[in-house]
């Protein structure tokens, strides 16, 4: 059994955990990451890829426009490319009512200082021909874009390791605790001893919770993804829907991604599938937005594993128990964007106790008394 | 209770066979073959309209092609036989059993089964080589394939190269099929053949002949060349010549339009994947493959395995394993069992076991090659991703699993879903990281095992 002595020991390596890595050993604190499998292979490996302001909950707003800021430099950041493109992202209205909904989003997103374009039948039409009938109206947010999320994770855990974290994968994390002094993680094949603790274990945040006496009501969530061979260029924007049933977008080299629905996770052995009438039903739903997309092949599937909340925001902020214990978890599939911003807000928490940004909506305390349902079952908003 | 739906994934030897022990025990099972007429692969029939006589087609085996294919006919209406349908997908139903997610030509089907037998059969195994993404280059399945079910050659003058047993065999059809068979290069040298030459004689079966019919140069005529390296195909736009480096050194250049390549036969254990089954590593043949007892049971308790797609035997093991594996099942559906049927089964299997061993020690799997195999050359081909970017991705990006590697390098990612370029990956990135191969893992499997359309057939 190895044993080590850091500043600040982090269970899970996801994207936000990896950056908040990175951000620490820049603040010359000495870090140890500890995750259960590969770095990025979780909830930011798997999903769509959507780099999105568009659409989000009003208190996730400033903390998506600060990400949005820093996606325009990670490759620089990183040294490698990780296929971000502005593309815009669209969010597609069905019917009148969904319309609605896009024009109240939108005339309340300019007050968070979110620009939106709504555009009718015929704008809709001259600028994207490719839609089909079912399409009535759509707001565009041309700003965001997508980004292949199966390098950035990877990308963020080396940049951590080079600035000299010990980032130690395939070591679950067993337990933690805190004896009145620090931390002390115990996980498969090495002990680490922390004066602060950063739980980014995201399905299994609640879990960690638990172990300082916190309840966080963190549900399985597991995208149900689907992706094609590539063809020409056709789908020029990333694309959503009112209700978030389904998602779609084309990748540089050709490939159509889309998803929508769920699939299933053992929350045990932490494996997640897609269930194939699941992705049956959101290939249908993209062929009834881009019916040009009838001859594609579709040659992939897959899920994983992220955490809910019930209320569909993260848990971000300082523990309502102990000390030094700084969270970060359950983002309800839509993580993927806010991840670099994630990782300096931790660094600022363990550095400094408070962050530049407004994280009063995602306290943990929030669910100190809660009795509510623990999985939610609304859409996967993309 | 009524009876339980069996489901046989794939209708060549193997699944016939089981096919044919489960309706003779008064069983209705479900038969799901991507071919459009049972056969498989090795017995595959010409489409309705363009048969020929089995003595041309199947050589040696006529006899056993034709057994088979009269065995698919009777047991049609005692069966549920789904030709042209894929299983593109499996899952696991509550409480026990699987949905089989299936494309066929009335479209999109979910069946459940409360047990499976996957007789999924196997592919060639490739390795690059310059020039064998040119149009013009074929593996020894599509090639026989093309003579099989088309009538067809690849090429006017044919060169083949490789490793494996099927090398000889092709080589064989396409000369006795009246093609201009104009080298057969092996990879492997002579001696393990020589080495394993008595063990080979003393099993005579098909492959066996094939075998020692190399050894003994009774393939006279054709120039065949083992223990052969740097081979490449030349041309621009397709195959005009095979160049090579003979045992002594010497390089040579044949001219050729169409080329035959492989290095072996990998098993297709995707819907062994996707139903959940325990995999091994197989030292011998370095391949990955799902568990199966010798009476062919999986790990899993409702899935029985037969045939190529749990470990290359050969047609004839096939067979042999596919009516072994039904009588398992039908033992632990609590049926009468015949004892002595099953021991003449074990025992055949037992002989095959040690012929098999014999083969594989004659043709080793040739991974050696990935030492020589340059920086700029294209190993997944449905991406184009070079060797030299997997090499650097291992160097570079910490990828040291297989499907790190994909996900940072697209490696497997494209419509095969590394079904030609997996094997040769792995070698690629063991042999670079000096690790065995089998610490790399294997890539996932993950549905649809093979492409579907967005839209459903109309």
């Known amino acids: ?382 | 209770m009524a009876d339980p739906v069996v489901a046989i994934v794939g209708a060549g030897p193997a699944g016939l066979r089981a096919a044919q022990v489960l309706a003779e025990a008064g069983l209705r099972p479900l038969l799901v073959d991507e071919g459009h007429r049972a056969g498989g692969q090795i017995y595959r029939r010409p489409p309705p309209g363009a048969e020929r006589p089995a003595a041309d087609l199947y050589g040696f085996e006529a006899g056993r092609a034709t057994a088979l294919h009269d065995l698919a006919d009777a047991l049609a209406p005692r069966i549920d036989y789904r030709p042209g349908t894929i299983v593109w997908g499996l899952s696991g139903r509550e409480p026990a059993g699987f949905d089989l997610d299936c494309l066929g030509p009335e479209g999109h089907d979910r069946i459940a089964a409360d047990r499976l037998v996957l007789a999924t059969g196997a592919m060639d195994r490739t390795l690059p080589f310059p020039g064998w993404t040119l149009p013009g280059v074929f593996t020894l399945g599509a090639a026989q394939i093309a003579l099989k079910a088309q009538g067809m050659a690849i090429g006017r003058r044919v060169a083949l190269v490789g490793a494996g047993p099927l090398l000889p065999l092709v080589a064989h059809q396409y000369a006795k099929a009246g093609a201009e068979v104009v080298a057969v290069l092996d990879v492997t040298p002579l001696k393990p053949k020589v080495m394993a030459a008595p063990r080979l004689a003393a099993m005579p079966a098909t492959l066996a002949k094939g075998v020692w019919y190399t050894l003994r140069g009774a393939l006279r005529g054709l120039p065949v060349r083992p223990g052969v390296r740097a081979v490449a195909v030349e041309g621009t736009m397709q195959v005009e010549a095979l160049s090579f480096e003979d045992a002594g050194g010497r390089r040579h250049r044949i001219a050729c339009d169409g080329v035959g390549a492989s290095f072996g036969l990998r098993s297709e254990a995707q819907a062994a994947d996707l139903a959940g089954c325990r995999f091994a590593f197989d030292p011998v043949t370095r391949q990955w493959q799902p568990e199966r007892s010798a009476q062919g049971r999986a790990s899993h308790p409702h899935v029985y395995l037969a045939g190529d797609g749990s470990g290359i035997g050969g047609a004839d093991v096939a067979e042999l394993q596919g009516e072994r594996t039904a009588l398992t099942l039908l033992a632990d559906l609590g049926r009468p069992r015949d004892a002595a049927r099953e021991a003449r089964l074990d025992r055949l299997l037992a002989r095959q076991a040690r012929f098999r061993a014999a083969l594989e020690a004659a043709y080793p799997y040739p991974h050696h090659i990935v030492e020589s195999i340059a920086d700029d050359e294209i190993v997944c081909r449905c991406e184009g991703i070079t060797a030299g970017a997997l090499r650097r991705a291992a160097t570079e990006r910490d990828a040291s699993e297989m499907n790190r590697l994909k996900a940072l390098t697209r490696a497997g990612m494209g419509r095969c879903q590394g079904r030609v370029c997996g094997h040769a990956a792995a070698e690629i990135l063991a042999h670079h990281l000096r690790v065995p191969v089998e610490t790399v893992g294997r890539l996932r499997g993950q549905a649809p095992i093979k492409p579907i359309p967005l839209r459903e057939p109309a």
């Open chain 1, 1 to 382: 059994m190895e044993h080590l002595t850091v500043d600040v020991a982090i269970i899970g390596g996801g994207t936000a955990a990896c950056a908040a890595a990175v951000a620490l050993r820049e603040a010359g604190l000495t870090v140890a990451l500890l995750e259960k499998r590969l770095c990025g292979a979780g909830a930011s490996g798997v999903n769509f890829g959507g780099v999105r302001q568009q659409g989000r909950d009003f208190a996730e707003l400033p903390l998506s426009q600060r990400a949005r800021v820093l996606w325009d430099g990670l490759n620089a950041k990183l040294g490698e490319d990780v296929g971000f493109e502005a593309t815009g992202h669209i969010k597609l209205a069905r019917s009148e009512s969904d319309m609605a909904v896009l024009e109240a989003y939108a005339r309340d997103a300019a007050g968070h200082g979110l620009d939106l374009q709504l555009l009718g039948p015929n704008a809709l039409r001259a600028e994207m021909p490719w839609l089909g009938p079912a399409v009535v109206g759509a707001s565009l947010s041309p700003t965001d874009g997508q980004a292949n999320p199966r390098v950035v994770g990877p990308a963020f855990a080396r940049l951590a390791r080079r600035l000299g974290a010990e980032v130690r994968e395939h070591a679950p994390v067993r337990h933690a605790i805190h004896d009145g002094s620090g931390f002390t993680v115990e996980a498969e094949g090495v002990t680490v001893k922390s004066r602060s603790l950063v739980n980014a274990a995201g399905a299994y945040g609640g879990a960690v919770a638990g172990w300082f006496g916190e309840t966080a009501p963190v549900a399985p969530l597991s995208p149900n993804m689907v992706v094609t061979e590539p063809s020409g260029p056709l789908v020029t924007r990333s694309i959503g829907v009112v209700g978030g049933d389904v998602y779609v977008r084309q990748t540089r080299r050709g490939n159509v991604v889309l998803g929508g629905g769920r699939g299933t996770a053992d929350i045990a052995d932490g494996l997640a599938r897609p269930v194939s009438a699941v992705s049956l039903g959101a290939m249908g739903k993209t062929l009834t937005l881009i019916p040009d997309l009838a001859h594609a092949q579709v040659i992939r599937s897959w899920s994983g594993l992220d955490g809910e909340m019930p209320d569909h925001i993260p848990v971000i902020g300082p523990s309502g128990t102990t000390p030094g214990l700084v969270h970060a978890f359950g983002f309800s599939g839509h993580g993927f964007q806010l991840g670099p911003a994630v990782g300096e807000i931790l660094a600022e928490l363990v550095t400094q106790g408070r962050s530049a940004s407004p994280l009063q909506p995602f306290r943990i305390e929030r669910f100190a008394a809660w009795r509510g349902p623990y999985r939610s079952e609304g859409e996967i908003e993309h």
